[in-house]
């Protein structure tokens, strides 16, 4: 791994600042470092929330193969993934990826203990699960077993025996819309008054699709695979589109076997 931007303040070891960028594995706790959330806005640092996304997409802009990211991946990406959740409050995900993903609750890492506890955090992120049917499966792990409660997000509309069996599960809902539907700026804005402010939306593309034109969107985080395609798979956000396209700014880029580790900020501050 190494660091192609900046080029400098990311390798902290480099004998020579102004030499080439290291080429070594990162740690963990440097991977931490480099993805370090923003400190909160508000003096308090309460109710600021901040909406990083993490995704993968080959170099023709394919988000899936085989109707998963796995293929797509790879072991740097992988361990960016554990970092992003290590820093996070909660994990927000839509309802198809963690079906189609076989989501699990998140664990809790030594490496980031330390970390998290000074930063007032739990020992793991929530999952956040956006649904409008709430057709998921509450027996499951990630409902039923996890370190910090389950939040199921959903409409006001929402199936009341489906929304009895997310509680008896041991699942937090909350409302975040009218009808069956969700609003997202208003997952943000809820999650936001839970104390959660350190958000990581994971997808899928109709979910980010809807963060993005909603302008909710801070920063993302995305890999570029060297890997082409093909076919018809969804790119890493759809949906109706945005009137202008927003212009985001690079805050970092990291390189490891041909994958390229980008992080773009919606302001250069
Ligand atoms: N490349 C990557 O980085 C990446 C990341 C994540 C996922 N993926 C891939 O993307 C695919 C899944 O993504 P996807 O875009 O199809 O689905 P998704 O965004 O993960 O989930 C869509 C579902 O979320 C719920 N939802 C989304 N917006 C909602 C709203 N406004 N109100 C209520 N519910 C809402 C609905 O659930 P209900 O149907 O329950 O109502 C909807 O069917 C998989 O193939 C996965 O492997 C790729």
């Keep these: 791994m190494r660091s192609l931007f900046p080029v400098t303040d990311?390798?902290?070891?480099?004998?020579?600042?102004?030499?080439?960028?290291?080429?070594?594995?990162?740690?963990?706790?440097?991977?931490?470092?480099?993805?370090?959330?923003?400190?909160?806005?508000?003096?308090?640092?309460?109710?600021?929330?901040?909406?990083?996304?993490?995704?993968?997409?080959?170099?023709?802009?394919?988000?899936?193969?085989?109707?998963?990211?796995q293929g797509i991946s790879c072991a740097a990406d992988m361990r960016i993934f554990g970092t992003?959740?290590?820093l996070a409050d909660v994990v927000i995900a839509g309802a198809e990826?963690?079906?189609?993903?076989?989501?699990?609750?998140?664990?809790?890492?030594?490496?980031?203990?330390?970390?998290?506890?000074?930063?007032?955090?739990?020992?793991?992120p929530a999952v956040a699960v956006v649904t409008g049917s709430m057709d998921l499966d509450f027996s499951l792990p990630l409902f039923t077993e996890p370190l910090v409660p389950t939040l199921v997000v959903t409409g006001a509309g929402a199936p009341s025996d489906r929304i009895a069996a997310a509680r008896k599960a041991g699942a937090?809902?909350?409302?975040?819309g009218e009808g069956g539907r969700v609003?997202?700026?208003?997952?943000?804005?809820?999650?936001?008054?839970?104390?959660?402010?350190?958000?990581?939306?994971?997808?899928?593309?109709?979910?980010?699709?809807?963060?993005?034109?909603?302008g909710v969107l801070d920063e993302l985080c995305l890999t570029v695979s060297p890997m082409l395609t093909a076919g018809d798979a969804q790119r890493i956000a759809g949906g109706p589109g945005v009137a202008v396209p927003e212009r985001f700014f690079l805050a970092s880029l990291l390189e490891e076997a041909g994958f390229l580790f980008t992080r773009y900020r919606r302001t250069d501050r």
Excluded: C, K
């Design 183 to 214: 609003d997202p700026a208003r997952v943000v804005r809820e999650l936001a008054d839970r104390g959660l402010t350190r958000q990581l939306t994971e997808g899928g593309p109709r979910l980010l699709g809807q963060f993005v034109a909603a």
């Design 84 to 86: 992003l959740r290590g």
């Design 10 to 69: 990311l390798t902290r070891t480099a004998p020579d600042p102004s030499g080439p960028p290291i080429d070594r594995e990162w740690s963990l706790d440097e991977l931490a470092d480099a993805y370090a959330y923003p400190p909160a806005l508000r003096a308090d640092g309460a109710g600021t929330p901040w909406l990083r996304a993490n995704m993968v997409s080959t170099l023709d802009g394919a988000a899936q193969h085989d109707g998963r990211s």
């Design 97 to 124: 990826t963690v079906r189609l993903e076989g989501y699990r609750p998140a664990r809790a890492r030594e490496a980031f203990a330390a970390r998290r506890a000074a930063a007032g955090q739990g020992p793991a």
């Design 172 to 176: 937090e809902v909350v409302i975040a």
